[in-house]
């Protein structure tokens, strides 16, 4: 007889937080979930003493809690951010807006990649190598005008020497902030990169640069000596030991959240996907100093930063990587974050629409906004997306009466 | 002082069947899931002390688990199956082998499609009216010939008489069986299809049908009357109180299970989609009478049928609609479908591949088998896909012991 393998899935096990502590709260009561008439004709189930495990689990779900389930479409812009051969437009922040015009702020670089294969010093080794922010500019949201640098990269021997990329912006106090990744060269696979910062009090520049960067990787990882694989490692220490990426940094009760994603030493690739993670560093001032929160990662899944907020917290979108992939999240203090909806696919590397007013529905800051296209795997363009809620409600109550 | 909403998270109140009947079972202790020194490294949790709520989820994640994360691409067919314009071909079967060749079974019609508002006694309202099933063999999977029709129309007046569409393939103890949706005209918006089934001893038939159908919508919806619209009822009914598509049958522990999708009457759309749930209806005999499971509905989302056996039990892919679009599940008993795995968008309409050893790999039947795409909304052709997983593992293993 065939010895069965013992299955044991995802969500059986899976106790949110709020049962963490222990079961007998209101929300897993002892004996299950409410069962009512009304609930059982919402979901069509056709027999209430015989209930199948998803029906069970349909029942447990909030009243509808349809306002976080939305659809994404991409569209292509037009001016000068429209696709350009031989150029490198990509990772575009957040759309802020300032004397009657959109600007948005992205990495920028020229020529094909070569990998690392070639001589590090001289090749570009991504497509986000060699890069200076730029920014662009734009009356409707479709026909950008591209309107120069904004940050450069350091001179020789500085944390920023080889490249600055991906980029966010923040307004505060009548100041503007950049914060974006930084490489030192050489960009080898093993580099660890860092967090700049730069201000100004006008979204147009000139921008001040931080001396010192404001956020580095741990430390805490140990690779195998004389190898230069990031996979080589005898501890592969925390989830952001490699490297700080898509820093995004939110006001947020009355102190300052950077969020940024994490890559980690010997990254390994499970649940259908890379092990990356977010994190959160706070700070007092927008300057920083950043400090790490000890509930560290505040996401067990996802890739880019995509954050914004909505009712007195933060939401954050999910994607790519982990079992939580295609989720957007939702938490009252910024740390910890609960599903709200599970969705189809959305686009990569969100810039958000910081325009609107983010109170008037949960997702209203990605109704537009900007994403980017490999067009090409040497070169990416920002492009559009937008995103509604496909909604049709009945006469049912009527009959639940 | 403005009133917050009160937000309640998605996946907070929801308890799995396992729960459901009371906390304290071992999926859930009183003191929440084990917490090693070996998991907190593994998801790359920073300090044990200071939890975010998504490391909690992720303490309680099965082992690794990453059997059933998969990711699709689809692929262009050759020969007959390749895209032609004026002619539909859509919905595959599953794929099956016999003397050395493979076959598949789909819908297929001509001409475009005309919608509701033309003269329905003529018109073409679907895509899948005025189909006929067809079938094609291949030698190695890519290049298909179509052989002919399996099944056709019937006679004016009887159930079948307007389209026979959607079907899939149960090879049985030396007799094949499709199995299909039927409809009679007219075919209005509110038409109510069925569920026919034909049988041969050979897969190029000739097939006999059987004289009555073997499924067919519950009749405990209400419309309003003098309406055509499917979303005007008085009362919706059961989850498939419309209609009965995408039939699949399954021999299973001594039984035949056919499981299908329910539309329902005064059909809703929240949580992202279209109110759409699966059913299972169970006979001893190939032919019927199939009984309706009164645990159904045995989903709570999800779209196109896509079933196979494993390891004693049945797999099941949802995609599409609902807050568990894009997981893949599996229960012990064809019951109770318990969540597996979250995965990026899949191929619609599959038909998996049951030429292979469906034992060998929890999605073996996925590594490859056809879908269909919409080249145009008039014109849709039969694609083939292929699945894998991404993997790659570290020595984190020594560091933790």
């Known amino acids: 007889m065939k010895l069965k393998k013992v299955i044991t899935p995802l969500l059986a096990t899976a106790c ?17 979930p409410e069962v009512t008439d009304a609930k059982i004709y919402r979901y069509g189930i056709t027999n209430k003493d015989s209930l199948s495990a998803a029906s069970k689990r349909a029942l447990a779900w909030p ?23 031989g150029v490198v437009r990509r990772d575009p922040s957040a759309v802020i807006q300032h004397n ?54 350091g001179e020789p021997g500085s944390y920023d020497d080889r490249s600055v990329f991906t980029v966010e912006i923040m307004e505060w106090d009548s100041m503007y902030y950049l914060c974006y990744q930084t490489v030192k060269s050489p960009y080898v696979e093993r580099v660890k990169n860092q967090v700049g910062l730069a201000w100004s009090n006008s979204p147009d520049g000139p921008w001040t640069k ?32 490699h490297k700080v990426h898509d820093p995004c940094i939110i006001p947020f009760k009355g102190k300052f959240y950077l969020y940024y994603k994490g890559e980690r030493m010997g ?69 910890n974050f609960e599903i709200m909806s599970y969705i189809p696919t959305p686009p990569h590397a969100i810039g958000v629409n910081r325009t609107v007013d983010s109170e008037k529905d949960p997702t209203e800051v990605l109704r537009w906004g900007l994403t980017h296209e490999y067009v090409t795997s040497d070169y990416q363009c920002i492009r559009r997306f937008s995103s509604w809620r496909k909604e049709r409600h009945g006469n049912f109550a009527d009959f639940a009466k």
């Open 210 to 241: 931080s001396e010192e960067p404001i956020l580095s990787p741990s430390n805490d990882g140990e690779w195998i000596e004389g190898k230069v694989s990031r996979f080589a490692v005898k501890n592969k220490g925390s989830f952001d030991s």
């Open 63 to 85: 009243e509808y809690g349809n306002e976080w389930f939305i659809h994404f479409e991409e569209q292509e812009l037009k001016g000068d951010l429209a696709y350009e051969e």
């Open 267 to 335: 990254e390994e690739m499970y649940f259908g996907g890379r092990e990356i993670r977010h994190g959160v560093a706070i700070a007092d001032n927008p300057k920083g100093p950043y400090i790490k929160s000890p509930f560290n990662p505040i996401s067990n899944s996802g890739h880019e930063v995509c954050i914004w907020k909505y009712n007195g917290g933060i939401a954050s979108l999910i994607t790519t990587d982990g079992p939580e992939k295609n989720t957007i999240q939702w938490s009252p203090d910024g740390i």
């Open 16 to 32: 949110s937080s709020v049962l963490f502590t222990g079961c007998g709260t209101q929300t897993c009561p002892d004996n299950g």
């Open 100 to 153: 009657g015009k959109y600007y948005v702020w992205y990495s920028k670089s020229i020529g094909p990649t070569d990998g690392f294969d070639a001589d590090i010093e001289t090749a570009k080794v991504f497509p986000w190598d060699r890069c200076d922010i730029w920014y662009a500019t734009s009356e409707d949201g479709w026909t950008w005008k591209e309107e120069g640098p904004a940050v450069l990269r």
